[in-house]
């Protein structure tokens, strides 16, 4: 990190970077050194192929101004709303510490909740499954969906089978898998992955989808959102009925009912258990609560940090199969309880607070770096500042590093946060791991041994004149800086000439 320290004698108007210059100069004084370890030449060698694709797309998406609008536009209307529904506390603060705290006891005795939902769910009729990593879940959809001679099933929104891959491989095993949730339903369409944690199509504007509407499904290129609302109602409801399975997420899973919850606003969810025989369930195991009346407290948090509601349209139990008594509702409820990483996030206590997390997609809306690069620059299930902390421990801190490093550290991710999540110190946290387990690379640690030595010795500071220290500087920032800013022109005389120059007048 460089750290502008502009300095103006006020009757010379000169301006100069004096912590730029100290690094710059030491690296003249090491030339021979400089040709080896020049910080941008470095930095593209020791660049995994993530963080090349993840540079690549915000590269683009930077400077795309017509999906910077789109975002702005969206982004706007969600914190109009967000602050008419946070009216509805009357103390939001303790509202936001309660849930913390309510979440903290949560996790720190997870082993004991999981027990008890497992006992309280499979006593109603309901099966449990465990799976240690994606590959253990899809195997488990697989043998139930064989059981059933499934050729179709039917999907609420869901990003946890978003992590897991689930409609591709449920493809490639022969299985329609259709997104019922209109943002999902025209991502899907579109063959793009979720933008957005909560609003899946937030990128793209009434005109992109009505375009998509007239490719895809050969319908009017002029229609409005109430008319391709329509379209997609009539594409879906007869899958509905001829699906054998739906599958959903979970927003919670309550240890003390036995349930799950789910939390929506267009009823997709609600078909797509209610028809459909049977029911999966796909929840992470962080998403616990312990209790049916935290319910009371978690979902108008949800609702009011996420999309700005009081509470969400439809807000559904499920706590097992259909009973004897009962008219509607699955033959059979599988839920499957997903490890995938997550408990490498519970062993780090310095990042365990990111299971806290509700999946409001509060912090993606209100960090600067989302909003300029988006939701599918990062490349990977979970964008944003809490896809940044727990993608490194879920999917690899060596090819997902970088993430972590993708972050202004401005804190406005933690104020946001309805759970007052300290997320941008577990960005810093991420950052120190990589640090300590090695994978900065031999390159970088003598690029900053180098800075060291040369910011703590004076007289190296000062030996270059103007000259060379604007060709040296140009020349190995010529990309980095020069690329983004106005040319730095360094000034004749450094700050200690100067200094030098104003005590002997005064003397």
């Known amino acids: 990190m460089f750290i502008n320290?502009?300095?103006c004698e006020k009757h010379k108007n000169i301006k100069y970077l004096s912590l730029f210059s100290h690094s710059v100069l030491f690296n003249i004084v090491f030339g021979f050194i400089l040709k080896t370890f020049m910080a941008e030449r470095v930095y593209l060698l020791s660049m995994n192929q993530q963080q090349s694709i993840f540079l690549a797309k915000s590269e683009v998406k930077t400077h795309d101004l017509e999906h910077k609008r789109k975002i702005s536009w969206n982004i706007q209307k969600y914190n109009a709303s967000v602050l008419?529904?946070?009216?509805?506390?009357?103390?939001?603060?303790?509202?936001?510490?309660?849930?913390?705290?309510?979440?903290?006891?949560?996790?720190?005795?997870?082993?004991?909740?999981?027990?008890?939902?497992?006992k309280n769910f499979t006593a109603k009729g309901g099966k449990l499954l465990w799976a240690n990593d994606a590959e253990e879940a899809q195997q488990h959809i697989i043998k139930i969906c064989t059981e059933k001679n499934t050729t179709q099933i039917v999907k609420s929104k869901s990003m946890v089978t978003e992590e897991i891959h689930l409609n591709e491989f449920l493809e490639a095993h022969g299985i329609e898998s259709v997104e019922t949730d209109l943002g999902?339903?025209?991502?899907?369409?579109?063959?793009?992955?979720?933008?957005?944690?909560?609003?899946?199509?937030?990128?793209?504007s009434k005109e992109d989808v009505a375009k998509l509407f007239h490719e895809k499904l050969g319908t009017p290129s002029n229609l409005s959102p109430t008319q391709l609302t329509l379209v997609a109602r009539e594409k879906l409801r007869s899958k509905y009925q001829t699906a054998q399975i739906g599958i959903t997420g979970a927003n919670f899973w309550i240890a003390d009912a036995g349930a799950i919850s789910v939390t929506e606003n267009e009823g997709n969810a609600r078909l797509t258990t209610a028809l459909p025989k049977v029911h999966i369930a796909i929840v992470g195991i962080e998403k616990v609560l312990p209790s049916i009346k935290d319910l009371n407290l978690f979902l108008p948090l949800l609702a009011t940090f996420g999309t700005g509601q009081k509470v969400t349209s439809y807000n559904t139990l499920f706590s097992g199969p259909k009973q004897k008594n009962e008219q509607d509702g699955p033959d059979e409820m599988y839920v499957i309880m997903l490890d995938n990483g997550r408990t490498n996030l519970l062993a780090d206590i310095s990042v365990r607070e990111s299971?806290?997390?509700?999946?409001?997609?509060?912090?993606?809306?209100?960090?600067?770096?989302?909003k300029n690069i988006g939701g599918h620059a990062y490349?990977?299930?979970?964008?944003?500042?809490?896809?940044?902390?727990?993608?490194?421990?879920m999917k690899g801190m060596e090819e997902y590093k970088h993430l972590s490093y993708a972050s202004s550290l401005c804190g406005n991710c933690t104020e946001v946060c309805p759970l007052k999540i300290n997320i941008h110190s577990m960005l810093l946290a991420n950052r120190q791991a990589s640090v300590n387990a090695g994978l900065n690379g031999f390159q970088e640690n003598m690029g900053w041994a180098l800075w060291q030595k040369g910011m703590m010795n004076r007289k190296l500071i000062g030996l270059a004149g103007q000259g060379i220290k604007n060709k040296v500087f140009h020349s190995v920032f010529s990309k980095s800086w020069a690329n983004r800013r106005e040319e730095i022109q360094f000034p004749k005389q450094t700050f200690q000439q100067l200094f030098a120059e104003r005590n002997k007048k005064e003397s």
């Open 5 to 7: 320290d502009a300095l």
């Open 355 to 370: 299971m806290y997390c509700i999946r409001c997609g509060s912090c993606l809306n209100a960090c600067p770096i989302y």
């Open 379 to 393: 490349g990977a299930t979970y964008s944003g500042p809490i896809g940044a902390v727990i993608t490194p421990h």
């Open 84 to 118: 008419k529904g946070k009216e509805q506390f009357a103390e939001l603060e303790l509202a936001r510490k309660k849930a913390k705290n309510i979440k903290w006891k949560a996790i720190e005795e997870l082993d004991r909740h999981l027990e008890v939902f497992e």
């Open 184 to 204: 999902e339903y025209i991502q899907q369409l579109d063959g793009e992955a979720p933008y957005h944690i909560v609003t899946p199509a937030m990128h793209k």
